[in-house]
């Protein structure tokens, strides 16, 4: 008896040894884990903080300097700020609806400077220097607020411990509700293509009426991603757009992806860290801008002139559009640099280019695997459009173009309007003196509603 006590007391013990050595191992993985997470956080965000504290200095440069060469340089140097800002705010676990001004200034911000380069070769004039003051104002209305959540930081805040909901997003996220419009004031300028930002509408009619769970939703995750590991759910976020938003591990990247509620949408998707040391940051507005050194740039006319690494990208971004039943898609703009393809793509129905329901894809040309998507137009915007049905000919609406454009071609398309609503329009593309355009007619009234020109600058062709 006292030996089968014994040996009961032993199994037991055993157990209890084999049970405390897994919860140990299991929290030592959960605190490594959550420490890893941690150090990606802060560091994105002293990466931010250094890029805004540098846009500051420079834009602050331009307002005393008179040398042209000197200005080109320093708008140069800001264009690369805005953009590794964007890339470090994208690392953040901000709800996107928080941060959109923010995104949305740096990238005008950047299409100012690519302005002011092209058209100035750098030289800023009176007109100028008052935006630029207006700029400062609002860089240091934003370095004001990151140096309040770095005093934060410094006194133990940690992000991660900061993610659970606090009434419409997560904590962190709250920290930055005072970056507002009313702090960033700034001129529409530059877009990648036509149309590129056309999230015209308020009301959001381009997702189904139903709604998932968050479990449904880290499924769907799951499934669009066939060797995803670690899946890490981040909360919920309300605002524009009611999303569950994810991080990842896939293809030797980090992934951060939001999953609307209502319809089951991806919205967005970035690809942030590669396991190998290369930087794969993808945000909106990455996608929205062509980055340094482009060497290619080309509409949905120029089939003949896309080479076969954008072709490959191309037809990538078209086939992860089917996979998540966005049928009809074709690609309306792409550009490339020699490491990434930027592609939008519109849906193309009996032959009109929907332009309002744009998305904006991100292709890694080495491995040619999808590493950003952008789809909030399309979220706001799609709809199945009736009764587009042209009151003008083509040839009536080519007698409206000026003579002097040379035509080069010509489609149906539906086009958003400067304030609210859209309309169809034909869209004429031709050259002038070695400049090419794209002109836009009102099918229905035969005005000419919009017309763009197509710039070309070191980081490729914009449409201005």
Not at 119 to 133: K, S, V
Not at 173 to 184: E, L, Q, W
Not at 397 to 414: D, M, T
Request: net charge negative; hydrophobic share 35%.
């Amino acid at each position: 008896m006292k030996k089968a006590f014994i040996i009961t007391v032993s199994i037991l013990s055993c157990i209890v040894l084999v049970l405390g050595l897994t919860l140990f191992s299991a929290k030592s993985t959960l605190t490594s884990t959550s420490a890893n997470l941690e150090n990606v956080y802060q560091r994105s965000f002293y990466d931010l903080v250094n890029n805004v504290n540098n846009m500051e200095v420079e834009v602050s440069k331009l307002l005393v300097s008179n040398d042209s060469t000197s200005q080109q340089k320093i708008l140069s140097n800001i264009k690369q700020q805005t953009g590794e800002a964007e890339s470090s705010l994208s690392l953040l676990p901000v709800n996107s609806n928080v941060v959109y001004e923010t995104s949305m200034f740096m990238n005008k911000l950047n299409g100012y400077c690519s302005s002011l380069i092209t058209y100035n070769d750098g030289t800023i004039g009176e007109a100028d220097l008052e935006t630029l003051e207006s700029v400062h104002n609002s860089i240091n209305n934003i370095k004001n607020e990151l140096n309040k959540i770095i005093d934060k930081i410094m006194n133990g805040y940690r992000i991660s411990d900061n993610l659970g909901m606090e009434g419409e997003m997560n904590n962190f996220s709250s920290n930055f509700t005072s970056f507002t419009t009313d702090t960033m004031q700034f001129p529409s300028l530059i877009y990648d293509g036509p149309f590129s930002d056309s999230t015209i509408n308020k009301t959001i009619k381009g997702l189904k009426d139903f709604e998932i769970t968050e479990d449904e939703a880290k499924e769907y995750v799951t499934s669009l991603f066939s060797d995803g590991a670690d899946i890490v759910y981040l909360g919920e976020t309300k605002g524009r757009f009611e999303t569950y938003d994810f991080t990842l591990n896939a293809n030797n990247r980090m992934y951060y992806v939001q999953i609307t509620k209502q319809g089951k949408f991806l919205l967005t998707m970035s690809a942030n860290i590669n396991n190998s040391g290369v930087n794969t940051n993808t945000t909106q507005t990455d996608i929205e801008k062509n980055s340094t050194e482009s060497d290619e740039s080309v509409d949905m006319e120029d089939v003949n002139s896309k080479s076969d690494d954008l072709i490959s990208a191309i037809n990538k971004a078209k086939e992860f559009a089917k996979m998540l039943k966005l049928d009809d898609m074709e690609c309306v703009w792409s550009a490339k640099t020699d490491k990434t393809a930027y592609i939008n793509l519109a849906p193309v129905v009996d032959d009109i280019i929907m332009y309002p329901d744009l998305i904006k894809v991100k292709v890694d040309l080495q491995e040619n695997i999808v590493v950003g998507w952008e789809a909030s137009s399309y979220a706001y915007n799609h709809v199945e459009r009736e009764d587009l049905i042209a009151q003008l000919s083509e040839e009536e609406a080519r007698e409206l173009i000026s003579k002097n454009l040379e035509i080069e071609s010509q489609k149906l398309c539906v086009i958003p309007l400067d304030f609210v609503g859209e309309t169809l329009a034909y869209e004429f593309s031709g050259e002038y003196y070695g400049y090419k355009y794209y002109l836009y007619i009102d099918a229905y009234t035969g005005k000419q509603v919009r017309v763009l020109r197509v710039v070309q600058t070191n980081e490729g062709e914009l449409v201005l």
